[in-house]
């Protein structure tokens, strides 16, 4: 694991991401494992992490939420960035014909993996969904990594309608996938995760918790089985 380090850089670009979130594009060299995450600071406000869209320039996505993340909405090129990180434990690059599964703003580390893994010559799948059309976050990114894309939106304005899990459970009972991946809201992942013992499938979902320090130190993102989602995660196996 690369050592984590406090990095200051700026912003080099802010594009928009899905209808309320953005992709923010910084000067931030970073050497991560796709899965892992910073720790964002954003002065006389708080400190909370972020999945890496890319590690190198840094590049996140966010979708506003509460004061952090609506503040890092505003940012503008030049402003500057406090990261901590790369921290956590990231995803296994071991599938060779693997399945990404992403709900939401589980679409961040899943776009970095998809790139990671393509460039080692990997036939990537990504089954994509969110409520509608205007929520689904990076879709050129997965077109960059020259990913097969399923789109999914539970209002059918984009894709097929209804659930991303659906189109997951299609794709495997084909066959063609040999591991999972997966990030997004707790019951996506605990479908995903029954789907992965149904087809005999191993899968690695990425967790998020409420987190303080990111370093295994304060306990806030206990998991109640003696894991702490920052140190022993954020990414676990299905
Ligand atoms: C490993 C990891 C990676 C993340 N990656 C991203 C990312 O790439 N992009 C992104 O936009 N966000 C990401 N998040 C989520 C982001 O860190 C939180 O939503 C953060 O709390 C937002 O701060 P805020 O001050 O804007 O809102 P807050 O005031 O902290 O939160 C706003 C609302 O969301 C609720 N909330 C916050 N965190 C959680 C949680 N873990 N579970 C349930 N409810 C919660 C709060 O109770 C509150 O109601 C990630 C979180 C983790 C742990
Ligand atoms: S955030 Fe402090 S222990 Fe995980």
Redesign the pocket.
């Known amino acids: 694991m690369a050592p984590s380090v406090h990095l200051t850089g700026r912003v080099v670009r802010v594009e928009p991401a899905g209808h309320r ?1 953005v992709t923010i594009v910084s000067d931030v060299p970073l050497s991560a494992r796709p899965g892992q ?1 910073v720790m964002l600071w954003v002065p006389r ?2 400190e ?6 890319a590690d190198s320039p840094l590049t ?13 909405q505003r940012l503008q090129p030049g402003d500057p960035l406090y990261v901590r990180g790369p921290l ?1 434990r990231g995803f296994s690059l071991d599938g060779k014909r693997p399945l990404l599964v992403a709900g939401g ?1 589980g679409a ?2 899943l776009a970095f993996l998809a790139s990671r893994l393509a460039e080692t010559g990997r036939e990537v799948t990504v089954a994509l969904g969110a409520r509608s059309a205007d929520e689904l976050l990076l879709v050129e990114r997965y077109q960059a990594a020259g990913a097969r894309l399923w789109i999914t939106t539970e209002d059918g304005s984009a894709g097929e309608r209804g659930l991303v899990v659906s189109v997951a459970e299609r794709l495997l009972a084909n066959g063609g996938c040999d591991r999972v991946y997966a990030c997004g809201p707790v019951p996506m992942l605990e479908r995903v995760a029954a789907l992965c013992r149904l087809y005999g499938v191993p899968g690695e979902a ?6 303080r320090c990111g370093i295994g130190v304060c306990g806030s ?1 206990d998991r109640g089985d003696g894991l702490l ?2 140190r022993d ?2 990414v676990f196996g299905l």
Do not use: I
Request: glycine fraction near 14%.
């Open positions: 979130g995450f406000m708080d909370k992490p972020f999945s890496l869209v996140l996505a966010v979708v506003p939420v509460g004061p952090v993340t609506g503040r890092l956590g703003s961040a580390p990425s967790y998020e918790a409420y987190m993102c989602v920052c995660g954020p």
